[in-house]
């Protein structure tokens, strides 16, 4: 017969024997990660492998510590490795569209932007001043004065031959030309010229034809004259302008002597101040086009000489690391920024800002995977770049526009970066088998368990975590019992004995719930008393589900018996979880057995309400049937089994013997002891494993037999879980008091002679059982279903016979009707023929 379990063996007390412990007080802080050596190897050696594609992807579930951990070693690490460059964005005098960018060393980005900041501010002092200088006014005004001297040389000649021809010049609306005055200096009128003779006109109109064609000559010669004082004037400009800024362009090269491209900048920047001086000369003020209009000023833009300070590594100590709360792809990215004026959007490169991975390039980025999966674009985008190994700015919406706009495209920076995900085992097995680009790019899993062995080091390293955590937040100290029942609720959040939970942030929660109920009692330590209080207050806040459910039960609205025996039904154990708590739920599974053919049916599957592994449990059950029963000779039956008042989807095996068990009872008519109720998966064997949430069915069976009355109420559960079982106190004293009880089984037969109070009885060596035995039954009535069925068989086949005979009978007096009825024909055709003749 099968043990019951003892009281020790329920709940695994902890002992801090060895621990010099009285008080949390006064402990060693914590150092490092409990628990986690797995994905603290696979986090160093990925933060420590510098090649293309491997970034780490931190699994585990919610609590573990993941992100925590992850930054901790983040940090350590970034700090010893070399701050990466800055980078800054400059204008593109060659094509403004695609801004340059320029890489300094750290620090020197902000330093380029106040040297060229302090150039542009030196400059519109110093070029006004240097073309107000009576240098530059004397040398401006013998060019002009040269010019004007030979346009006074080159008119006065001509004007001298035109008067002594009786010609002189005249402006007019086309320009100058040549007309014919009388002797007083007035032109000759249209009528006076008509009244002159012949000749005189002629000779007038060659005279003045000639002059025309010498003036249109000394025109040409003094706009020739003209262009080549603009071009000289320029020139002068050039070389004035060249004295105040070439040797500070110089002094800014010597310092970037070593960046190409700045030297190549500020080649630019210089031939463009030269190019647009006017726009560091005065702006004159120009008459409204009305009195009442004053139009604003329009000053020059010197913006295209700044800097655009993109990455300033200059206060970063080691490699930079960003943690990435919000991976929108304008956030990881970067944008460009517009401004408006006078309604319309404008942008220019030093509205260019940065994303986070420009932030963290040259070292770390961390970012939770469901964040980056939420937010469109990102997960894409960030692929390409770790693909591409660069980073680019681009507006990613201008693909679903109907008509593209015109926009900046600012060259690309080279991406050096390692990326770490933070996600749930889902999610990383989702990507894994999903997205082979993935795979590809992210070849280190750290994996983050959700328990570890229950050592005494360990237990050691939960002794500071609960003081580290009551320093940090200035909790009540709490002394070697309270200790103790944290740890203790940690194998319990392990569902293992042996075991110790590592999400560590329900534990926190435990230790602020526990420091609440101690000082609202006013102790000045917390006891193994206060972490039992905040564990039931926390069970009472989220058990209103379950308290309805067995509101409904105690009723009788939910049928279960938890005390008498019947045939053909056992109670069975399940879990429901609301999400934030999970509890066990008793329920009736029955079955009924007649003679047929069927075999056995689950009703669950005939109404579409079985997932597969239920399926596949009641198929073990029926292949158990076979091997136990039919190996000397065939079994016929019909039966059906279900999980009675069940209003949803069953999934699972858990409650395969159970199911065995109400079947069993059914074709023997055995009764089936309703005080117990039945856990355990089995394999087509008999052998009995192992099941989840032991613990929770135990409690949920054990609130409803007490609420009732403990009567010699108990659980039989797989012995393969006893190192599962942490239950609760009340649980436990009832065991201690023999009220109720709990037992072991390996074999499915072991649960049978529970339920029976009979053996179940070994095969003997002519495939029967012996009498008196469960199995004995079992057999017997399978015989009777069996010779049932032949009976009924021989009935049918006298009934076929029966009927072959009838058949034959019919159709031999068919055959002998045939010639009796011609020969009627022929005598009644011979009459009629005779009554013709008369």
């Known amino acids: 017969m099968t043990e019951p379990l003892k009281p020790d063996e329920l709940y695994m007390c902890c002992d801090l024997a060895g621990l010099d412990l009285e008080t949390t007080t006064g402990m060693k802080e914590l150092v490092g990660t409990i628990g986690q050596e797995k994905a603290m190897r696979a986090l160093d050696f990925g933060l420590s492998l510098d090649s293309q594609g491997f970034n780490i992807f931190a699994m585990g579930e919610e609590g573990t510590g993941k992100m925590s951990t992850v930054k901790t070693l983040v940090y350590e690490q970034a700090s010893h490795e070399k701050v990466p460059p800055d980078w800054c964005y400059v204008y593109n005098f060659k094509n403004p569209d695609y801004p340059v960018a320029i890489s300094l060393d750290p620090g020197g980005a902000v330093i380029f932007q106040n040297d060229m900041s302090e150039l542009v501010k030196v400059l519109r002092d110093e070029i006004p001043r240097a073309f107000d200088s009576k240098e530059y006014g004397k040398q401006r005004g013998r060019v002009i004065e040269e010019f004007q001297q030979k346009q006074k040389e080159l008119f006065a000649g001509l004007e001298e031959e035109a008067q002594s021809k009786g010609f002189a010049i005249r402006k007019a609306v086309s320009g100058l030309m040549i007309v014919p005055v009388k002797k007083n200096a007035e032109p000759l009128t249209e009528e006076e010229f008509e009244a002159l003779d012949e000749k005189t006109k002629r000779r007038v109109e060659e005279v003045g034809k000639t002059l025309q064609e010498k003036l249109d000559d000394v025109v040409r010669a003094v706009r020739e004259a003209e262009k080549l004082v603009k071009e000289m004037l320029v020139r002068l400009e050039r070389e004035i302008a060249m004295g105040q800024v070439g040797h500070h362009i110089e002094a800014i090269k010597k310092k970037y002597t070593n960046y190409e491209k700045i030297l190549d900048y500020l080649n630019m920047v210089q031939e463009d101040i030269l190019t647009n001086l006017d726009d560091f000369k005065p702006a004159e003020d120009q008459a409204p086009p009305l009195p009442f209009m004053k139009p604003p000023k329009q000053e020059a ?222 102790s000045d330590k917390v006891s193994d008393e206060h972490v039992v209080k905040a564990i039931d207050e926390k069970i009472f806040r989220a058990n209103r589900i379950e308290e309805r459910i067995r509101e409904a039960t105690l009723e009788d609205t939910l049928i279960v018996n938890t005390s008498g025996e019947k045939v053909g039904q056992v109670n069975g154990l399940a879990v429901l979880s609301t999400g934030d708590y999970s509890f066990g739920k008793p329920s009736r599974i029955t079955s009924r057995t007649y003679i047929g053919k069927a075999g056995v049916v689950n009703i669950e599957r005939e109404t579409k309400m079985s997932g597969k592994i239920h399926e596949k449990a ?221």
Not at 352 to 362: F, M, Q, R, T
């Open 301 to 522: 833009s010197f913006i295209k000489y700044a800097v655009n300070v993109f990455v300033n590594n200059a206060e970063t100590k080691g490699a930079p690391v960003v943690v990435e709360s919000n991976p929108t792809y304008l956030n990881l990215f970067g944008r460009m920024e517009y401004k408006v004026q006078y309604g319309m959007a404008t942008t220019d490169f030093s509205l260019i800002k940065p994303g986070s991975l420009h932030k963290a390039n040259g070292g770390y980025i961390v970012i939770n995977v469901m964040d980056l999966l939420k937010n469109i674009f990102s997960y894409d985008a960030l692929k390409r770049s770790l693909r591409t190994r660069e980073i680019k700015i681009e507006d990613v919406w201008e693909q679903y526009r109907l008509a593209s706009a015109a926009g900046m495209k600012p060259e690309p920076l080279p991406l050096h970066i390692k990326v770490i995900l933070v996600g749930n085992p889902y999610l990383y097995y989702l990507l894994y088998n999903l997205d082979d680009e993935y795979r590809e790019l992210f070849k280190v899993k750290a994996d983050f368990d959700n328990r570890m062995p229950r050592t005494k080091e360990n237990m050691g390293k939960y002794v500071v975590f609960i003081s580290s955590c009551q320093k940090k937040e200035n909790l009540t100290p709490f002394d070697r019992s309270g200790v103790a029942k944290i740890i203790e609720y940690g194998s319990r959040l392990a569902e293992h004995q042996e075991k110790l939970s590592t999400q560590f942030s329900s534990i926190a929660d435990l230790i602020r719930e526990s420091n609440y109920w101690a000082q609202k009692m006013g």
């Open 618 to 838: 009641i198929m073990i059950v029926s292949s158990y049937l076979g091997s136990r029963y039919a190996s000397k000779k065939p079994i016929s039956l019909s039966a059906s089994i279900t999980f009675e008042q069940l209003y949803d989807m069953i999934e699972g095996d858990s409650a395969t013997c159970a199911e065995l068990y109400a079947l069993l009872s059914s074709i023997s008519g055995i009764p089936l002891k309703q005080s117990f109720a039945v856990t355990g998966s089995m394999d087509q064997n008999g052998d009995v494993q192992p099941i989840g949430g032991v613990n929770e069915k135990i409690e949920g069976f054990f609130e409803l037999c007490k609420y009732r009355g403990l009567n010699n109420n108990g659980v039989i559960i797989p012995r393969r879980n006893v190192k599962n079982l942490m239950l609760r106190q009340e649980v436990v004293d009832a065991v201690k008091q023999g009220k109720f009880v709990i037992y072991p089984i390996e074999k499915v037969e072991e649960g049978l002679e529970i339920l029976t109070g009979m053996k179940t009885g070994e095969m003997l060596d002519d495939g029967s059982y012996p009498e008196g035995t469960v199995n004995y039954c079992v057999m017997k009535r399978l015989v009777e279903i069996a010779e049932a069925m032949e009976k009924k068989k021989d009935q049918e086949r006298e009934t076929a016979d029966s009927t072959v005979a009838c058949q034959r009978d019919s159709e031999k007096s068919s055959e002998g009707a045939i010639p009796y009825l011609l020969k009627r024909v022929e005598e009644l055709s011979i009459t009629l023929a005779k009554r013709g003749e008369g």
